[in-house]
């Protein structure tokens, strides 16, 4: 059974009791859903398939996860020894990017048809950013990827960083100099002026700021023919590039961006709105550092070698969980110069080769499921968040209501995730980059832009930050709520509604949050954290309890499977060798929720027999998968 196919089976139990709740469910049409509070013989029931629009969604023409080298080479010969060692090692089976589509590389991608990979393309450095310029994609460029078209062979063009390029880069003389040479003057009227994040003159709403780039992005898109795959990396706007046409919702981790995890509940959220596939890069720069095939060393002052920038540690972890939280493509960046001593016969693998290729065939041999998020984040669809710039869409002054959202990210889902505006990690500058999660991964991101279809998926509709509720909004939670659905919104929301309020009102799921002051922030939250460790105890199938821990939930054929990584005991600095500390064990307990016959540990192959719970040990900067194998 595919992916696609995923079903859920239901518990067994008292079955006059299992009937009627059965009933229930079929007519509240829930997805998977926990019916909150209910249990059957001490057990929490969980029924119902996955709706198509939660199943992980691969990319166009593949049926498998997607595993990638990045940087092949554009030679014919060299590629296709690259492609027999990636087969023979079992290292990946894709290219981003592959080589640069124009006349002279249409050999090489009329190959690459016949290999049948997915293929991304750079058309032009960093020029493929600037509105206006040279970098445009043009029929005579298209026509290199006839042949893997013709063959049904996904390929995209990368638009990458844009969001970072819109508010930074755009106004930044010493880079657009960089990029042109002595042709700068020729191009210096496409800067935008300096003090305006990106825009032309200064935004007075958040539709002007939503129209603004759009109007970049889809520019953009048209010059590149349709093809892009969006990459972003300091900005969260993976919640729009699918509503505006990219092949794919790519983002960008590692590096020195910030946010990791809710970057990752944004593209999730936007893949299953709109329906496209996502993506994770993993970029190996780290402060004035990156990874390189050698020892370590310095290099014009930047460090480089297998043990500068990020710790093989952290990129195993950020493959792992990239490929768990349901991305139909992970690529490590830079792995051509990683992953080999040289790029050249032999092709010897490193250290990095040897275990991106143990990690590659251990996602094979395992299905990872479909994530189960049963809280829907909305935002409203102007909202334009943006945790790098700190203000919505990197220009307007942020309102009590968008520094709730950030609160609720930074502080309460995902704290210590922000880098870029505080050093919570001084010490250990890699530890802000996957947290653990007090209440799960349980969550996506969505926009009220989303169909009432999409958002009656969701168990429970936490309504965040400030809502425009015109008439379409409130007929879509109308529709969840009928459904069975939860809404959760503040005393703000309600005020915003006024008399409007009644016809959501009436419905027993909706709930008007409490007021709560966060300790942490002095500022009134969205939510207060204990109800949120309610929700964790009502919609989850498994309580997880004991040491912080990062973990997420995944619906199978056969049952559930838990994610466990634990994030500490490895400190890393950009010039340094990784340090592990063996005494820095995460001891957690595992409660199942569910009937289930057995349990089994995927990366140790151990088995645990059928108990009340499970208490485990998981090693510094190790990720575990616990299966429970359901009847």
């Known amino acids: 059974m595919n992916e696609s196919e ?10 006059v009791l299992v009937r009627r709740i059965k009933a229930i469910c079929l007519l509240l049409g829930l997805c998977c859903r926990a019916t909150a509070g209910s249990a059957v013989a001490g057990q929490v ?29 554009a030679e014919l010969e060299p590629l296709k020894q690259l492609v027999e060692v990636m087969r023979d090692q079992q290292l990946g089976n894709g290219f981003d990017p592959g080589p640069t589509p124009n006349p002279a590389t249409k050999p090489v991608f009329d190959y690459l048809a016949t290999v049948s ?36 062979v996904f390929t995209a063009v990368q638009l990458g960083e844009w969001g970072y390029y819109f508010h930074i880069l755009s106004s930044n003389e010493p880079w657009w100099r960089d990029v042109y040479g002595k042709e700068f003057d020729a191009f210096k009227h496409l800067m935008k002026p300096p003090g305006l994040a990106g825009y032309d003159r200064r935004p007075t709403s958040r539709r002007e700021c939503y129209d603004a780039i759009k109007d970049y992005y889809t520019s953009r898109q048209r010059d590149l023919l349709g093809r892009v795959i969006s990459v972003t990396g300091h900005s969260h706007y993976e919640a729009y590039v699918g509503e505006w046409g990219a092949r794919c919702i790519g983002l960008e981790v590692g590096e020195n961006i910030a946010f990791t995890q809710s970057k990752l509940a944004f593209a999730r959220g936007a893949s299953r709105q709109w329906r496209k596939p ?46 768990f939280a349901g991305a139909a493509m992970v690529t490590p960046e830079n792995s051509i110069a990683i992953f080999f001593e040289k790029a050249s016969v032999p092709w010897t693998l490193t250290a990095h080769g040897r275990k991106a290729a143990e990690v590659f065939q251990f996602m094979r041999a395992h299905e990872r499921g479909v994530p189960f998020t049963p809280v829907a984040i909305v935002l409203d669809h102007l909202a334009g968040y943006n945790g790098y710039m700190d203000k919505p869409w990197g220009i307007l002054e942020s309102t009590a209501g968008d520094r709730q959202v950030r609160d609720l990210f930074d502080h309460q889902l995902f704290p210590g995730s922000d880098h870029i505006h505080t050093n919570p990690f001084p010490n250990n500058p890699e530890f802000s980059y996957l947290r653990p999660t007090p209440y799960g991964e349980m969550f996506d991101v969505q926009l009220t832009s989303a169909s009432s279809e ?42 915003a509604l006024g008399s409007r309020f009644s016809r959501l009102g009436k419905h027993r ?34 309580e997880v309890s004991g040491d912080p821990i990062q973990y997420e939930v995944n619906r199978t054929p056969h049952g559930w499977v838990i ?66 194998i359901c009847p």
């Open 117 to 152: 990979w997915p293929v991304m393309c750079y058309p032009s450095g960093a020029e493929m950013q600037i509105k206006g310029g040279r970098c445009v994609l043009g029929p005579e460029n298209e026509g290199a990827l006839a042949a893997v078209d013709r063959a049904g």
């Open 278 to 323: 996502w993506s994770v890069q993993v970029s190996p720069w780290f402060s004035g550092a990156c990874t390189t095939s050698g020892p370590l060393r310095k290099e014009g002052g930047d460090a480089r070698g297998l043990d500068a920038g990020h710790s093989l540690s952290f990129y195993e972890r950020m493959w792992l969980h990239a490929w």
């Open 454 to 495: 999409m958002l009656s998926s969701y168990p429970v509709i936490l309504l965040a930050g400030d809502i425009e509720f015109d008439e379409e909004l409130i007929a879509k939670l109308e529709g969840a709520l009928k459904r069975g659905s939860r809404l959760l919104l503040a005393p703000a929301h309600r005020e």
């Open 509 to 542: 799921g909706t709930e008007v949050l409490q007021p709560w002051t966060n300790p942490v922030t002095g500022r009134s939250a969205a939510i207060s954290d204990a109800r949120l460790q309610s929700l964790v105890r009502k919609v989850l199938p498994v």
């Open 6 to 15: 995923t079903q859920f089976s239901f518990t067994r139990a008292a079955p």
């Open 45 to 73: 029931e969980f029924t119902r398939p996955i709706p198509t629009s939660f199943q992980v969604r691969p990319l166009p023409g593949q049926t498998a996860f997607v595993y990638t080298i990045y940087g092949a080479p």
């Open 563 to 628: 994610e466990l990584i634990n994030n500490a005991g490895v400190t890393k600095k950009p010039d340094q060798l990784a340090v592990i500390d063996p005494s820095a064990v995460a001891r957690v307990v595992l409660h199942p929720k569910v009937g289930y016959v057995s349990a089994r540990e995927w990366r140790s192959n151990r088995s645990y027999p059928k108990r009340d719970q499970h208490e485990l040990e998981v090693c510094p900067g190790q990720s575990m998968f616990v299966e429970l």
